[in-house]
């Protein structure tokens, strides 16, 4: 196995599914925060595995309507929410990068009262586009990772095995691309 291939391979990525009870809101200063309340918070960090991306784009749909679009700040953070009720896709793109999108399905049967949730912590790691180079990328339109509530912990969480077998097809995909271009 091409030992080089191994760093993209561990920080595709990462994401701490699990929702903490308690409070979404987080202090920024003087800047104001949008109201979580009845949103999922999302907030993270894009790299490219090694450096912070700056100004990567993400954008969160509600179905196929686009909702917001936001850039990360220097540091490669992001702050987002998504609507309770709906089924959303959020895509991280940057120049020069292939893109990933993590499905976050907020359709549950949760009370109707006010709710506030902890914000689920995305670390994403984009891979350079000519790592793919000579590989069909065609699966890469997949969601990377799914977000669904969980009836038993009574929280968001991630779909670990889905997450596992898209980290698999990326790394078979730089493997494929590995070869080809030792052709």
């Not at 793919?132 to 929280?155: C, N």
Request: aromatic share 6%; proline share 4%; charged share 25%.
């Amino acid at each position: 196995m091409n030992t080089a291939i191994i760093p993209y391979l561990l920080g595709l990525l990462l994401i701490g599914g699990v929702i903490l009870p308690g409070s979404a809101q987080e202090s920024a200063g003087s800047r104001s925060e949008p109201s979580f309340t009845n949103h999922l918070p999302l907030t993270g960090r894009v790299t490219d595995g090694e450096r912070k991306l700056e100004k990567c784009t993400i954008t969160v749909y509600r179905g196929n309507e686009l909702v917001e679009q936001v850039s990360t700040d220097r540091a490669g953070k992001f702050r987002v929410g998504v609507e309770l009720g709906d089924l959303h896709t959020v895509e991280f793109t940057a120049e020069g990068y292939m893109h990933k999108r993590v499905v976050v399905d907020t359709r549950a049967d949760l009370p109707d009262e006010p709710l506030q949730f902890a914000p689920i912590m995305l670390d994403v790691s984009l891979i350079d586009r000519d790592r793919y180079e000579g590989a069909d990328t065609d699966i890469l339109d997949m969601p990377f990772a799914m977000v669904q509530f969980d009836e038993k912990s009574r929280s968001f969480v991630q779909d670990h095995d889905y997450s596992a077998n898209m980290m698999r097809t990326h790394g078979a995909l730089l493997l494929m691309a590995g070869r080809v271009g030792k052709n």
